[in-house]
């Protein structure tokens, strides 16, 4: 009797069970009516007295081993079946939440977008310090001392007796925060020899009471090209390049004339893209550009005889309003995810 019960135990055990059905095939033959272990517990009486005990004792073992056996396939049928309603695995509750990937921020992706189309035409990248001298900022770039940009309630200063590691200042000269990327062009021209085709993006700051198309940081891309022979003409191919290849290549790019201390002659630079719907139908400023003023290749030691050059710079946030047709800067600094998610 022994044996024969390990032999219906691992028969059962080793029976394939998928399906309801199968299931209650298996708890047939073993308890139903005429099922094995049914038959073997009415056997009992035939057996000699002194045996039945211990006989009946092993039935009932086996019994509630099988029991355990049809539960346990009852509760995997159960669960594979939910999984093929659900139409995923059922994952474990006790294991931590699943952390969403997140997304690249749309300015770093118009950011990047700018450089590596700047990159193939050979703009390297390098990046400047955000708290910056006056003379970086300023001076050096032929910006006069009664300008308004200088003013504090345009940029922001550090009080005058703040000393920045590794910043060194003439006496009482002044620091900012940067109100523009111009600065690097500075930094650049005073480490390396022309010829130099250069992009810094990096923050920027000003005292800008923030609304909808202005805050006080902000994000900009300076581009700058030295060398013998540069004109005007190769700072508007490079801007037209530039423009077709982000917005599409019926772009067109206008020069406006204006002033910038640190170019001349100095443009505005207005886009029009009509294949953008609403957004293109005008034509809209979008930078500013020029040639490098003499008087700031000789602030560098450049010589403006032999070498000449252009000099550009854009807002990152501009240009994301106008690409993926944001009304709201503010909307780009205050974290919303139904915001964000758009982008990822
Ligand atoms: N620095 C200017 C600004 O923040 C932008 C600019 C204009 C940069 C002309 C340049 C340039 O390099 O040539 O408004």
Redesign the pocket.
């Known amino acids: 009797m022994h044996t024969q019960l390990e032999v219906i135990l691992s028969q059962a055990r080793a029976t394939r069970v998928d399906t309801p059905a199968q299931l209650e095939a298996l708890k047939a033959g073993l308890l139903g009516p005429n099922g094995s272990l049914t038959v073997l517990t009415r056997g009992l009486g035939q057996l000699p007295k002194e045996e039945r005990p211990e006989a009946g004792q092993r039935i009932n073992r086996t019994k509630e081993a099988v029991q355990q056996y049809l539960e346990a396939c009852q509760e995997r049928i159960a669960s594979a079946d939910l999984e093929v309603k659900l139409g995923a695995p059922i994952s474990d509750p006790s294991l931590p939440a699943p952390t969403p990937f997140g997304g690249v921020h749309p300015l770093i992706k118009v950011r990047d977008e700018i450089l590596s189309i700047l990159a193939s035409i050979g703009f390297v990248s390098v990046i400047g310090p955000e708290i910056d001298r006056a003379h970086f900022c300023f001076d050096a770039l032929n910006t006069p001392k009664d300008h308004p940009a200088r003013s504090p309630s345009d940029t922001y200063y550090f009080p005058s007796d703040t000393r920045i590691h590794g910043l060194f200042t003439e006496k009482d000269e002044p620091v900012a925060l940067r109100?523009?990327t111009?600065s690097v062009?500075i930094r650049v021209m005073l480490e390396r020899q022309a010829p130099l085709r250069v992009v810094s993006p990096g923050r920027c700051f000003r005292r800008d009471t923030a609304d909808a198309t202005h805050t006080s940081n902000f994000h900009?891309i300076?581009?700058?090209y030295v060398d013998k022979n540069v004109s005007v003409l190769d700072l508007k191919s490079t801007l037209d390049y530039l423009f077709r290849k982000l917005l599409g290549p019926k772009t067109q790019v206008r020069f406006r004339p204006h002033f910038?201390p640190?170019?001349e002659p100095?443009f505005e630079v207005d886009l029009k893209a009509d294949h953008l719907g609403k957004v293109g139908q005008e034509w809209i400023e979008i930078?500013?550009?020029?040639m490098v003023d003499p008087q700031v290749l000789r602030a560098v030691d450049y010589d403006p005889e032999t070498l000449s050059g252009f000099?550009?710079?854009m807002g990152v946030e501009r240009i994301a309003m106008i690409l993926y047709g944001v009304e709201d800067i503010r909307h780009f600094y205050t974290n919303d995810l139904r915001f964000l998610n758009q982008f990822s």
């Open positions: 109100p523009h111009s062009q900009q300076e581009g700058l910038f640190f170019t100095s930078m500013g550009c020029g000099a550009f710079g």
